[in-house]
């Protein structure tokens, strides 16, 4: 899987749109990007994912670049309850070909803090 | 719908007793999950299991077994505890584990923190 690379920490004003980079120049053609949060003690929680085209959902926006190379997570009204590391993923489908599976790799993400 | 469902929360072993920590999901997902979680690991796979009455080994799955008796939950033991295993463990289903290329999404449980003195 593709390594990426996010900032290590950000704030936020409550209200205000969260802009959240990830960057993944060694992304191939068949790699999906994933967006994941854990919200302190909590489990990790779905986001959102895409392959090349922009999505949105009722939690947040994720826009790629043309080449593929980065993306951003955009929360569109920061809440105190969106504080949370949020993690950026870059992969294939959980199970090779051969049936095999690998692990949902996480990383360090970022730690978002939202602002009162 | 509760979702991905573990118990118990918390535990507290001594080195060589065993436990069952029990994962449960009403979503009707064919595929289970474990993992744990250790500072600056981030997630590992444990075991995982395609459907019910199958399961297969993960990334780290020395010292643990698994059972998927039915198709909305999957045991995770530990036969004789160690303090490596002092971690916390998610379990994790999702709808279809996907082809290769294609997308699978993950819903996680909201762990349970093991200690083992």
């Known amino acids: 899987d593709a390594k990426t690379t996010q900032p290590t920490s950000m704030d936020c004003a409550e209200g205000r749109a969260a802009n959240l980079p990830c960057n993944h120049s060694?992304?191939?053609?068949?790699?999906?990007v994933y967006w994941y949060r854990q919200i302190h003690s909590q489990g990790p929680q779905y986001i959102i994912h895409g392959l090349k085209n922009n999505e949105t959902n009722e939690m947040a926006s994720l826009i790629i670049t043309e080449d593929r190379k980065s993306s951003t997570l955009i929360l569109p009204h920061a809440t105190l309850r969106d504080t949370a590391v949020y993690y950026c993923?870059?992969?294939?489908?959980?199970?090779?070909?051969?049936?095999?599976?690998?692990?949902?790799?996480f990383g360090s993400g970022t730690q978002l803090t939202v602002l009162p | 719908n509760a979702g991905v469902t573990q118990t118990p929360k918390f535990r507290v072993l001594k080195t060589g007793q065993s436990m069952t920590l029990l994962c449960a999901q009403d979503m009707n997902h064919e595929y289970m999950y474990w993992y744990r979680q250790d500072p600056g690991m981030g997630l590992r796979l444990i075991h995982y299991s395609v459907g019910e009455g199958t399961t297969a080994k993960g990334e780290v799955p020395d010292g643990y077994n698994v059972s998927r008796l039915k198709k909305q939950n999957f045991l995770l033991g530990l036969e004789s505890a160690a303090p490596s295993q002092t971690s916390v463990y998610f379990c994790?289903?999702?709808?279809?584990?996907?082809?290769?290329?294609?997308?699978?999404?993950?819903?996680f449980g909201p762990g349970t923190r093991l200690t083992v003195l």
């Open positions: 994790a289903s999702s709808y279809r584990g996907g082809p290769p290329g294609g997308t699978d999404t993950q819903y």
């Open positions: 993923i870059v992969r294939v489908a959980l199970f090779f070909s051969s049936g095999s599976a690998r692990q949902l790799t």
């Open positions: 060694t992304i191939s053609g068949n790699e999906y």
